[in-house]
């Protein structure tokens, strides 16, 4: 299943400053949920502090989730069923001062 992930607002550095990733899921694994596509990128895609994206099992306080440009928390956040071609993109809202 082919989706597209996208990281801006600094949340990119913790993904070797790449913006844009076109992954391909497992569909034998299906349904694939926000929160386990959340342990996916942690586990093949995240490359330094894992502290500043991830916090428990969801993101950290401070990351905009969009789902196709729509707010995740209308989407059902964690328990939202990815599918094929979604573009799912998180924002970084913290900004060192």
């Known amino acids: 299943m082919a989706i597209t992930l996208e990281f801006s607002g600094g949340a990119e550095l913790l993904f070797d400053k790449v913006k844009k990733h076109s992954i391909t899921l497992d569909k034998s694994q299906k349904p694939w949920t926000i929160k386990k596509l959340l342990v996916w990128i942690k586990d093949n895609l995240l490359k330094e502090r894992p502290e500043l994206f991830i916090q428990g099992d969801t993101v950290r306080p401070g990351i905009l989730v969009l789902i196709n440009d729509a707010d995740w928390e209308l989407m059902g956040e964690l328990q939202y069923e990815i599918e094929e071609n ?7 809202t913290l900004h060192g001062g």
């Open 86 to 92: 979604d573009t799912i993109v998180f924002i970084s």
